[in-house]
């Protein structure tokens, strides 16, 4: 076991290199150096630029510039933002639980809403209810989430006036952030009305950000549920007088879902591209919106950080479930 | 089919044509996909689609960019104070919803056409190369779309698009390169399979040279999952445009474009509903067409599933 988890971690390092490899390309291609940045529009005297470019690191040849970059990585030191002058390590690390709560919640939605579903499709395939399932996650597969969010908002907010617009929480209500989880630390200030105000905000941002990996869920189980359902030991416990009910929970469902945990591992990706749009529009303070923030002002040492630590992100989630997965299934195991 | 087997003879169980020969397989293809009521809906949605596009000059009632400042957020038509003159309403500047929107589909087609036929050919190139030669450039190959499918595509585009600059010749570019690593794993699979038959040996005594294998003799053997990919890709391709467009990152105003028309009428989300719902509207049905298409498409080549 130990040997298979130390050969699916081996894997990773050549991925986070490659990942690194990239981030750095992607922030030399850009047109101009960081000197040309700081210069401004008034431009620069060829001298102070020299000795600047210099100072820098700049002239030296590129691999040595990777390889000091890699060095600052490994170390810890992803740079400083420049529009706040803060490590930017040390701002993803404030912001991350943000994005990590609402991405949470929106996976439970999906799972709560989704592994019916499917499996309710599966087991009443072809009738009015399957279609029903397919057709609504089809579309909300296809969905615009951005433009989902402000039909949300438009509805809830705006018309019905029941869930608020944006942020985290009511500015009324101040509590020390302990776990950085708003609902966590609104319930262990024990006021009830903060908890209460902290769940209002998260519900319109968790539907929106939930909708594509809940379709995604329903239809990969109802695919999966049909699958197990016409095998022959599923037969056979029905044959011994086993309820229909007991069939499908109990021997047809541990089945399927093996492919639907894949499927689950996959949508973390799918979580922080949408966490990108969703708190845009719910000026959630969480990742998402503090790379777009810095793509706008050209923040590059945060860009930069950001994708690379939300990619290791999503290479661990990974792994864990390669591990994971290796666990449920001897047989992944052993024939790796 | 099962009705024709049960009456004829068995071993004519295909004969449901006047030959005994089997049927010609893009009819069978076609049988299969029009069976499926989404698919053909999802085709005649995309044909609308084309049709608007290619057309717009004459279907849409006005130019997408003239401001008529004397009807700026006009209603829809069935609503009070809506005119026919502006059948979905105006914007906030004044211009005509309807033919914005036309003129929308011209840019989400163009985008989608664009960027799969970039990673389409480019992906094909990569997984024939890795396919054919394995060893080295596999590796380094597969390695790097590994490391590409690593990151979430809405990110990567966001970041290639940082880098490049916003606007709507990057966007499609960024699309491209994000959808890469898919269209080249299938390739490579693809061709690994088809590597193993008798066929291509035979081609390779017979003389064949590694181009004319690589292309001619392979690659159409390899066309039916590229052709699914490339359908869903296109409505990958038009969600990613418009949330680049909502974004800022995309098409820059006043460019019709779904994404960005929706972004530069949020203030307006509670005066006026349609100018948030209908480009929104839009982008859902053209990415719910491409999306049913290649889920029929791939129903109908998947020969699993036929049984």
């Known amino acids: ?336 | 089919m099962s009705e024709s087997t049960l009456t004829e003879m068995p071993g004519s169980a295909e004969a449901t044509s006047a030959s005994d020969a089997p049927p010609h397989p893009l009819r069978e293809l076609m049988r299969y996909f029009f069976q499926n009521r989404g698919a053909t809906v999802g085709l005649a949605v995309v044909c609308v689609l084309v049709l608007l596009a290619l057309f717009a000059d004459w279907v849409a009632p006005h130019s997408a960019t003239e401001q008529f400042r004397e009807a700026t957020l006009a209603p829809p038509v069935w609503q009070d104070g809506g005119s026919s003159k502006f059948i979905l309403g105006t914007d906030p500047v004044g211009r005509d919803m309807l033919s914005r929107l036309i003129y929308g589909t011209r840019l989400s087609l163009l985008i989608g056409f664009v960027s799969v036929s970039l990673s389409l050919s480019l992906g094909v190139v990569l997984g024939l190369l890795a396919g054919f030669f394995r060893g080295v450039t596999e590796i380094a190959i597969m390695r790097l779309m590994d490391v590409m499918l690593a990151l979430p595509s809405l990110l990567l585009a966001v970041a290639i698009v940082a880098i490049l600059g916003p606007g709507l010749i990057n966007a499609m570019y960024a699309i491209g390169i994000v959808m890469l690593p898919h269209f080249a794993r299938l390739t490579r699979a693809a061709v690994i399979g088809e590597m193993a038959k008798d066929y291509v040996n035979s081609s390779r005594i017979a003389g064949a040279g590694t181009l004319r294998l690589m292309f001619i003799c392979i690659l159409p053997n390899c066309a039916a999952p590229l052709i699914v990919q490339a359908t869903l890709g296109f409505s990958n391709a038009i969600l990613d445009a418009a949330a680049l467009g909502f974004l800022g990152l995309g098409a820059q105003p006043p460019t019709p474009e779904w994404g960005s028309m929706l972004a530069s009428a949020l203030e307006f989300i509670q005066s006026a509903w349609w100018v948030v719902t209908f480009p929104g509207l839009a982008i859902l049905i053209s990415v719910l067409a491409f999306n049913l298409m290649g889920d029929g498409l791939r129903d109908a080549l998947d020969p699993k599933l036929k049984q």
């Open chain 1, 1 to 336: 076991m130990l040997g298979f988890i130390l050969r699916r971690a081996g894997l990773v390092i050549p991925t986070f290199l490659g990942i690194t490899v990239l981030v750095f390309a992607l922030i030399h291609m850009i047109p101009g150096d960081a000197v040309e940045a700081l210069s401004g529009e008034r431009g620069m005297d060829p001298a102070r630029y020299a000795r600047l470019v210099h100072e820098f690191g700049l002239d030296r040849p590129l691999y040595v510039q990777y390889l000091d970059y890699l060095g600052q990585v490994l170390r810890g030191n992803l740079g400083a933002s420049i529009s706040t002058h803060e490590p930017v390590l040390s701002e993803f690390l404030t912001l991350f639980p943000a994005t990590l709560e609402l991405s949470f919640c929106a996976m439970l939605l999906a799972l709560l809403v989704g592994l019916p579903a499917g499996i309710l499709a599966a087991v009443k395939r072809n009738t009015f209810l399957d279609y029903t399932v397919m057709g609504v996650s089809l579309t909300g597969f296809s969905m615009p989430i951005f433009w989902w969010a402000l039909l949300l908002i438009l509805l809830f907010s705006v018309t019905l006036g029941w869930t608020p617009v944006s942020g985290r929480i009511d500015i009324l209500y101040d509590f020390p952030p302990v776990t950085g989880f708003m609902l966590i630390d609104s319930l262990l200030s024990g006021d009830a009305g903060a908890f209460k105000s902290a769940l209002s905000h998260l519900i319109l941002p968790t539907i929106a950000l939930g909708t594509i990996p809940l379709a995604v869920v329903a239809r990969m189980t109802r695919s999966a549920m049909l699958e197990v359902l016409r095998e022959d030991y599923v037969r056979t416990a029905r044959a011994k007088g086993i309820s229909r009910l007991r069939v499908i929970t109990i021997h047809a469902l541990r089945n399927a879902l093996i492919p639907v945990v894949t499927v689950i591992g996959l949508q973390v990706g799918t979580l922080l591209a949408g966490a990108i749009l969703t708190e845009t529009i719910f000026s959630w303070p969480g990742i998402g919106k503090w790379l777009v923030y810095a793509i706008q002002r050209r923040d590059y040492p945060v860009v930069q950080g950001g994708i690379l630590l939300s990619a290791s992100i999503i290479i661990l989630v990974n792994l864990s479930v390669d591990i994971l997965y290796g666990v449920i299934n001897p047989r992944i195991r052993r024939s790796t």
